[in-house]
């Protein structure tokens, strides 16, 4: 099984920063892509920004230049740095990491329980 979890989160004020960190672990051959997506409250998950295993980041139109993703291969980790926050970007924030899990035998996508960012005043 390959576990994927998320920390960091929490309430800020708008034009605050704030960085969540996601880890995953246990039965994999190899880590391929991790990213952020977002889902807010009636609204569809949606993508934030994405990083490959060699370093190339991806990102929505709505945080570019706000938001930088980076990740920590050694450690199987990827970050997010979120900057100018705005209200807007309140949503529960959830990790995805695909891997080449050793019992399917397959790359998959896994994804964590999600942690809550709220940019309010």
């Known amino acids: 099984q390959v576990q994927v979890v998320e920390s960091g989160g929490g309430l800020v004020q708008p034009g605050g920063s704030l960085s969540v960190s996601c880890s995953a672990s246990g039965s994999f051959f190899r880590l391929s892509d991790m990213g952020w997506y977002r889902q807010a409250p009636g609204k569809q998950r949606e993508l934030v920004a994405t990083i490959s295993s060699g370093g190339t980041e991806n990102y929505a139109e709505s945080v570019k230049g706000r938001f930088t993703i980076s990740r920590d291969n050694a450690k199987n980790t990827v970050y997010l740095q979120m900057h100018s926050l705005k209200p807007e970007d309140t949503a529960v924030y959830f990790c995805?990491?695909?891997?080449?899990?050793?019992?399917?035998?397959?790359?998959?996508?896994?994804w964590g329980q999600g942690t809550q960012v709220t940019v309010s005043s």
């Open positions: 995805c990491a695909t891997a080449f899990a050793q019992v399917a035998g397959t790359w998959g996508n896994y």
